[in-house]
């Protein structure tokens, strides 16, 4: 769900392109140190890579070059801040500069938990000195956002086009100055599936002007194709779109001298002999000539991993009698299937290593750019204010709400690995005069455990809670494990091990830490994988609340032994 384009008149930054010289936009702004995490990273450190380059689930992902740089969007669901933009200067290394979207439209409806609703798959294109966000939601329609800095500020959302089911939309400026929009459909929604639709746009491109030509069926031979990405070359237009659903789908590429067809098909790549299932909807790149050599090809793609949600992996790229060849191609059939590990793609000079945030000190102004919470927040969640340590105030939760799935005020990220151990510590000081308060560590997915203090007449509670079928309004069944001092400092952690199996424990000291409960296994959310993350609750109405103080948050490798 995210796609190119190619303009002689707008000077736009494709992978397409290489020809002329492309005016450079402000560079992103980073103030803090940059961050390597603990638990994986992509570059081996001898010139090669491991996939995935970006081992969390940043699903459905776009990207395009400008100059020396990369820029990466995507799906972000009901996630807030949403829109991830993540920058890169090899394709490997992956740093999250901002998000584009501060709060979801419309914004009463997403004041509320979507699970699996709100932003699917988005497209970046870098065009006239600035950068389109092109995102849909299934719901109300594709929505267009810009900015000429890429870590911000961007633009509220504009309506380009209205209706339900329209999904997965990218632009293309073609040569003669006709923007065009190509776009899926979701069968949910739209009451039809599989089929590949092309609009005209206005000059700005803010505005869809005609109802469209289907310019390819995929029922037959490619069913469930979606996510097409619109690239034009050597007078070709190309529409690369993943079909066969995505856990065991395929890479498709569409090709045509008229922009509407007819296409001829090509599978580009599948799993092949591989153990990277689908492989999903992704983005073509190129880098820079160098010294006289023309700019490689390369392919950013997902791999559905279940709990550990969808992970992106970069694949190399070649070009056969104007076909692409996506991963490597051993029997010559002009069909890749995805490496593992390759030779980093030539960018003409080495860059430090950096991924994305995960561990969190609490010592800035403003939360780290990895935690999101569960609908639009509101300015009495949670306070920094520069003194060390996260404060997060009881929200109460909405009446209806069965358990922690429908709480909109969970502060969470997504899993960076497939073996981590999560530590924080925190203070609870809860209202006196109210009962069940609550504050904790999760892991959020359809079901979910967490570890938390509890208020009560009797003081606090230390509570290990498992969730089955959250998401099926299910209740959560709770264990006490001991009465804790009011104000006293708390530890809580998970270790998450192979298949996503998590281990809570909890410690006074920060030292001797004792099991609470049996092992939890962590399940998908709605379109996502499982979560991490902390929250702060109550039930009932009052004219103050409590408050957890969280001192930090720490991702970790998991330790050898079982001391968790």
Not at 54 to 70: H, K
Not at 263 to 273: L, N
Not at 442 to 455: E, H, K
Request: charge should be neutral.
């Amino acid at each position: 769900m995210n796609y190119l384009s190619a303009s002689s008149l707008s000077l736009l930054v494709l992978v397409a392109l290489s020809a002329g010289a492309q005016p450079v936009p402000p560079k992103p702004t980073a103030v803090e140190t940059p961050y390597v995490s603990k638990v994986w990273v992509s570059d081996l450190g001898n010139g090669m890579y491991k996939n995935p380059v970006l081992n969390a689930d940043y699903s459905d992902p776009d990207a395009c070059r400008v100059g020396d740089d990369y820029y990466m969007v995507a799906s972000s669901f009901d996630a807030i801040p949403g829109l991830p933009i993540l920058h890169s200067k090899d394709l490997v290394s992956w740093s999250l500069i901002g998000h584009a979207l501060k709060r979801q439209p419309p914004f009463p409806h997403f004041e509320k938990t979507q699970h699996g609703n709100g932003v699917w798959a988005p497209a970046i294109r870098y065009h006239n000195r600035e950068f389109y966000i092109y995102y849909p939601d299934p719901d109300f329609g594709i929505y267009l956002t810009k900015a000429t800095n890429p870590a911000g500020p961007w633009s509220e959302p504009e309506l380009v086009e209205g209706g339900k089911g329209l999904i997965d939309p990218c632009p293309l400026w073609d040569d003669n100055g006709q923007v065009y929009l190509v776009h899926g459909w979701a069968g949910s929604r739209a009451g039809i599936k599989s089929i590949i639709t092309i609009k005209k746009l206005n000059d700005e491109g803010t505005r869809v002007i005609d109802e469209g030509v289907i310019v390819y069926d995929g029922h037959e031979t490619d069913p469930t194709i979606e996510g097409p990405k619109l690239y034009k070359r050597n007078g070709y237009y190309y529409i690369f779109a993943p079909a066969g659903g995505v856990p065991t789908g395929w890479q498709l590429v569409l090709r045509s001298k008229a922009i509407y067809g007819p296409y001829e098909r090509k599978v580009v790549m599948d799993q092949g002999k591989s153990p990277i299932n689908g492989p999903h909807q992704g983005a073509w790149v190129d880098t820079k000539p160098i010294n006289g050599k023309p700019g490689e090809d390369w392919f950013l793609h997902f791999q559905d991993k279940e709990a550990y949600g969808r992970v992106v992996h970069l694949q190399p790229m070649k070009w056969v009698a104007d076909w692409p060849v996506i991963g490597v191609d051993a029997d010559g059939d002009g069909k890749g299937e995805p490496v593992l590990t390759y030779k980093k793609p030539a960018v003409g000079k080495g860059y430090p290593i950096v991924t994305p945030p995960e561990s969190d000190e609490f010592n800035a102004t403003r939360l780290g750019r990895q935690w999101q919470w569960q609908a639009n927040p509101k300015g009495t969640w949670h306070t920094t204010s520069n003194q060390g340590f996260l404060r997060l105030y009881s929200y109460k939760v909405p009446d209806e709400t069965k358990n922690n799935w429908d709480v909109p005020n969970l502060l969470l990220q997504k899993f960076p690995a497939e073996r981590f151990m999560v530590t924080t510590k925190l203070t609870f000081k809860p209202n006196p005069k109210l009962e069940n308060e609550r504050t904790g560590l999760i892991i959020m997915g359809q079901s979910y455990a967490n570890l938390v203090l509890r208020s009560s007449k009797d003081g606090l509670g230390l509570v290990y809670g498992v969730c089955k079928k959250a998401s099926e309004g299910k209740p959560e069944e709770e264990t006490v494990l001991s009465r804790i001092n009011q104000h006293t400092p708390v530890y809580f952690r998970v270790a998450v091990t192979d298949g996503a199996t998590c281990q809570f424990s909890y410690s006074l000291d920060g030292k001797s830490f004792t099991k609470a409960g049996d092992p939890f296994q962590a399940e998908v959310g709605r379109w996502i994988g499982a979560k991490m993350g902390i929250f702060c609750t109550r039930t009932s109405q009052s004219n103050d609340s409590g408050y957890a103080d969280f001192d930090w948050f720490r991702v970790e490798p998991v330790p050898g032994g079982s001391n968790f």
